[in-house]
């Protein structure tokens, strides 16, 4: 696995640990964007081992998903999260207090789609390995 792959990809697995440990402890908005932290550097991670190079500087999990050629089934899951990249930071993008805005419900919902995808993306990054190497 190229090098700068391996890195997206160790990061988005240590986001999505710390996403659940801040699930524990009710950090629901720290949960929803670590989530989508982790979804987007795990499509980055596949996007260098499926082309070979870095992806251009975005946020969008749903452009992302599109380039790696992410099943349609994922994409509801990538349109949901995809805002929490801002909503889940900022106080004047929808005019509440990020932390008050996210729940225990919205959170867990957003981890197990997560989790989810980023299995999914491991998957596919074993399969490009694999078929790279014959």
């Not at 260098?48 to 992302?64: C, D, G, Q, T």
Request: charged letters at 35%; proline letters at 4%; hydrophobic letters at 40%.
């Amino acid at each position: 696995m190229r090098k700068e792959a391996e890195l997206w990809i160790k990061q988005a697995l240590k986001d999505l640990e710390m996403a659940e440990k801040n699930f524990e402890i009710g950090g629901y908005y720290i949960t929803a964007f670590l989530c989508h932290q982790s979804v987007e550097k795990g499509l980055k991670a596949l996007y260098i081992v499926k082309f070979k190079r870095m992806p251009e500087k975005m946020h969008s999990l749903i452009a992302l998903g599109r380039e790696v050629g992410i099943p349609e089934e994922y994409f509801h899951i990538l349109r949901e999260m995809t805002p929490d990249f801002i909503i889940s930071r900022y106080p004047d993008v929808i005019g509440e207090v990020p932390y008050e805005v996210y729940d225990k419900e919205t959170a867990k919902e957003r981890l197990e789609n997560a989790k989810k995808v980023v299995d999914w993306i491991l998957g596919k990054m074993k399969k490009l390995e694999i078929s790279s190497i014959n």
